[in-house]
């Protein structure tokens, strides 16, 4: 299958760490990618390659990968964290996959 | 400063047509591939078609497959979408993304959006 399965929901207190899980036969052979989008916005490149930070994104955010899983972590939240965050990959036919989105709420 | 401004939505209804356009800046346009991604209202991200930097290739999601069909004017620095036979599901924000590698790799640089609304 070509589906990436988020959880549509992850909540956390400042300061805390979120962890947004994404799954999908794409991994570990296909690189992942993240985004965040606040409400009203364009969606913001975040992390690719799996685990690269793009410039200018706080080094609270990484990506890591395991087996089929790979993760989005937030160190230390913030309350400007809260948005919808959603996992990319490439699908067997060789284009853009996205996951079904999680909805970060900071308490 | 790379940008992406895209255009042309509104309100058109069923079986109706409508042509976005996406203007770029910023950076040399022709070099790379570019993206439709949409969104429906409270929904998530959906891949709608892409093309080469040159403009011979194209791919599209199958339910668009038959009704979309991208473009780019490299002299222009634009990018399009012709949507045809429009249905209510078409309903959406619909945006154009920068790849900066190749087709199917991920976007670098979003536009904000043109929102399409098919209704009677």
């Known amino acids: 299958s070509d589906e990436l399965t988020q959880p549509p929901s992850v909540s956390v207190s400042p300061g805390q760490t979120a962890r947004i899980t994404c799954s999908g036969d794409a991994f570990p052979k296909r690189y992942a990618y993240w985004y965040q989008q606040k409400p009203g916005q364009a969606p913001v490149l975040v992390i690719y390659k799996d685990s690269e930070r793009r410039s200018g994104i706080p080094e609270r955010f990484s990506g890591s990968s395991s087996g089929t899983t790979v993760t989005l972590t937030i160190s230390g939240v913030q309350a400007e964290d809260e948005a919808d965050y959603y996992c990319q990959s490439k699908d067997s036919a060789g284009t853009y996959v996205f996951g079904t989105g999680t909805k970060v709420t900071v308490l | 400063e790379v940008q992406l401004l895209e255009s042309g939505g509104g309100l058109v209804q069923p079986g109706g047509s409508l042509r976005l356009s996406c203007a770029a800046s910023g950076f040399t346009f022709r070099n790379y591939a570019m993206s439709w991604v949409r969104q429906a209202p409270g929904k998530g991200l959906e891949w709608v078609s892409a093309?080469?930097?040159?403009?011979?290739?194209?791919y599209y999601a199958d339910s668009v497959k038959g009704r979309f069909t991208v473009s780019r004017d490299n002299s222009k620095n634009t990018l399009y979408l012709q949507m045809n036979s429009l249905r209510a599901e078409d309903t959406a924000v619909y945006y154009c993304?920068?790849?900066?590698?190749?087709?199917?790799?991920?976007?670098?640089?979003w536009g904000q959006g043109t929102l399409v609304a098919v209704s009677s």
């Open positions: 993304a920068r790849d900066p590698i190749a087709v199917a790799e991920y976007f670098d640089y």
């Open positions: 093309i080469s930097g040159g403009g011979a290739n194209t």
